[in-house]
């Protein structure tokens, strides 16, 4: 059967900060054709997709103040999702290359993120410290591949367990001279901008009935893990999940912006029950909008408040 995710993605500044520092992304990886012009029966400017060869998700917590920090996470978001479209030209076989040499693909990205972020530093009046976290899943067929630098997190949730799959790379304290004055702000040891950027990769086989959670601390810092495995342990969908989330993080003070990725792994036979179960739902389906869940899910947030 082919793997379907259900995955939804939701930001909030929170309660606290004056703007949103935060950024995620959630995008498939597919081959497509361009036409332009053929004499077979097709429009100008038509697009051919074919099947897809994996998903990207991303979030990313910018470091350093505003505007510095959402301009670190926006420029990271932007390269890593740059480099995938141009430069990978393997993500359109993976289960012809070896693990390794993803793995080294992934930190050749990450370097790529780091050289663009360190340019856009350089562009300021003071040159003043930019810096963000990054954490990246790529999932492809049940493979997970998942690169992370920072203290955002990737959680598994299995069988009605939650496990962290990430370590915070943080610090209790600091040699001033050593690291980058980023971190008298920020405890961390590692993270984009910094010159000591180590970023750590990890691999999972996933099942079906896995959920994924990447996520910024602007959600670890209100929620226990017992919180965050409540949320995941209902069945509901990936956009109810991250509802759940943000609901909770900023019932429990909102210090900090919050962010929550999730993606809810099934398989074909999963989808076309649930197919079929809303194929018989007499309730009349409202045709949505673009925008209007994320403008829906902001009002209930704020109505729970």
């Given at each position: ?16 900060r ?11 990886l ?17 697009t051919?997709n ?26 990271a978001?932007?390269?890593m999702?740059n ?51 990054l ?28 496990r ?29 901008g ?9 691999r ?13 601390d ?30 909770g993080a ?10 929550a ?15 079929e179960?809303e ?7 409202a ?19």
């Open positions: 059967m082919p793997l379907k995710l259900d995955c939804f993605g939701l930001t909030h500044q929170g309660l606290h004056p703007a949103n520092e935060d950024q995620f992304m959630i995008a498939d597919t081959r497509c054709v361009h036409v332009h012009f053929s004499s077979l029966s097709m429009d100008d400017g038509e051919l074919g099947a897809t060869q994996g998903q990207i998700l991303m979030v990313a917590d910018g470091l350093g103040g505003r505007p510095n920090g959402e301009r670190a996470s926006r420029v978001i932007d390269t999702a480099y995938f479209t141009d430069l990978l030209p393997w993500f359109f076989q993976p289960d012809q290359k070896p693990s390794d040499e993803i793995d080294e693909e992934l930190r050749l990205a990450l370097d790529r993120c780091q050289e663009a972020i360190q340019r856009e530093s350089a562009t300021l009046p003071d040159q003043e410290a930019m810096g963000t976290t954490t990246m899943a790529w999932i492809t067929r049940l493979e997970l591949h998942l690169i992370h630098v920072g203290d955002s997190r990737a959680y598994l949730h299995r069988e009605h367990r939650l962290r799959i990430t370590d915070d790379q943080t610090i209790q304290t600091f040699d001033y001279d050593r690291f980058h004055r980023i971190v008298a702000k920020h405890p961390l040891w590692s993270c984009l910094l010159p000591e950027m180590l970023p750590v990769l990890y999972e086989s996933l099942q079906p009935a896995d959920r994924l959670l990447l996520c910024t602007g959600l670890t810092g209100e929620l226990a893990d017992e919180e965050i495995a409540k949320c995941l342990d209902h069945d509901q969908s990936a956009s109810e999940t991250c509802q759940c989330l943000v609901q900023l019932r429990h003070g909102g210090r900090d912006n919050v962010t990725v999730v993606a809810h792994i099934r398989n074909g036979i999963d989808t076309m029950l649930a197919r179960v194929a018989t739902d007499e309730r009349p389906a045709e949505a909008e673009p925008g209007s869940v994320a403008a829906a899910l902001e009002s209930e947030l704020l109505a729970t408040i």
